[in-house]
C-alpha cells in the first residue's frame, strides 16, 4: 500500500516538474517574441544555400523591431502555404520605406528567389519577414536536424517509455560475470522489432542497416537460455528478421536486458563444433540493475576465431554520443572491439551511464 502511494507520488513529482519545463520555456519564448517584434526569434539553418555565410545546423538570432530592410541584410521570411522559414539576403530593393519591395537569393545559389515566392508574387513586402539576423552560434542547432532526420533517436522528456509488445519482467539474480537480469516472460519478450515512427518511444532502442549487398540473417539472443544456463547463444533465438540491401530495422529492449546478436550472409547463422553461434557477435547490456541502471555495448570476433570461421564486418555506434566498437570483415580493422586476443580483457566497448540509449548498427560495415 505505501509502495503504491509512493509511486503515485513520484509520478505526480514528475509530471508537475514536465509542466514546469514546458511552461518556463513557453513564458522565455513569448518574452523573446515580445522583445524582438518577431514570431519566431530564433531559427535553424536546414541547407548550405547561405554558405559560407551561415553553415547548415548554425542557431540564428533574429529581430524584427527595424521598420525598413536594406540591400546585403540577411532575413528570414515566409511564404504563404509554407511551413518553414527561409534565412536569405536581400540583394535588390525597389521603392523606399515600410512599402519597398524587396528580391532576396542564397549567397550559395545561382538563381534568386523568385521561385520560392507564392504563386504570383515577384517579390517580398515587409510583412512577409518576419526577422533580420544580429547574431548566430554555429552548429548548435544541428540536433534538431538529425531528430527530424533522424526521429528515432528522440527520446521521452518524462522518461514513461513504452513497454508494449514485451512480455513480463523477469526477477533479477547472481552477481558478476553469472548476473541474470530479464530474459522475459515468456523468454525472448524482452525484446521487439518495432517501426520507425514507434521506436522513438521506447527506452532503449538499436537501429540495424547494413552495407550488405546480399540477404543476411540477423539473431538476436539473451545472455541466459530457455533453460536458465549461460547458453543462449547455442541455437536460441528471441528475435531474428532478414536484413535485405538498403533495408533498416529497429529492434526495443526492455530494461536490465543482457545478451548478443549475431548476422550473417544466407539464411542462418554459422554455428561452431559445439553448436554456439560462430559469427561476429554484437554485445548489450541495457539498463542493468546490477550496474546502477548503466549500459554497455561492444562487437566481438571472438567466437568466429576461436571456431576458424569468417570474421563479418560490424560497427555499433553510440547514436547519442560519441563512441563506437567496430571492425571490418576476417577482422582487419578492429576498433575498440573484441578478438580472441582480448578474450580476458574488459573495458572494450561503450559504456553509458543510466538513461536511454540509441545504438546505431551497421551490418558487413567495411570502414
Known sequence: MLSGIQNVRQTAIQLLNFGLVLSTAFMMWKGLSVLTNSPSPIVVVLSGSMEPAFQRGDLLFLRNTQPT??????????????????????????????????????????????????????????DDVVGSVFGYI??????????????????????????????????????????????????????????????????????VTGQNTEDWTVVFWNKYGPDGKMDGWYGYSALSFTLSPGDTKYVAFDEDTQGGFGAAQGSSLPTGSSGGYACTWGEFDF????NNDWSGFDVSAIQAQDNDMSVQGMQICDALGSTCSSMTADAAEVDNAYTSAETDEGGIGGNLSAGPVRLAVVIDYSG
Open 69 to 126: 530592410l536594406n540591400v546585403g541584410e540577411i532575413v528570414v521570411y515566409q511564404v504563404k502555404d509554407k511551413d518553414i522559414p527561409i534565412v536569405h539576403r536581400v540583394v535588390r530593393q525597389f521603392g523606399e520605406g515600410s512599402e519597398a519591395k524587396l528580391l532576396t537569393k542564397g549567397d550559395n545559389n545561382i538563381a534568386d528567389d523568385t521561385e520560392l515566392y507564392a504563386r504570383g508574387q515577384d517579390y517580398l513586402d515587409r
Open 287 to 290: 539498463g542493468s540493475t546490477a
Open 138 to 207: 554555429p552548429f548548435v542547432g544541428y540536433v534538431t536536424i538529425l531528430l527530424s532526420e533522424h526521429p528515432w533517436l528522440k527520446t521521452v522528456i518524462d522518461g514513461d517509455y513504452s513497454t508494449s509488445g514485451f512480455g513480463s519482467s523477469t526477477s533479477a539474480y547472481g552477481s558478476g560475470d553469472t548476473y541474470v537480469g530479464n530474459v522475459g516472460n515468456p523468454w525472448g519478450s524482452n525484446m521487439v522489432e518495432v517501426s520507425a515512427s514507434e521506436a522513438s518511444n521506447y527506452k532503449y532502442v538499436m537501429q
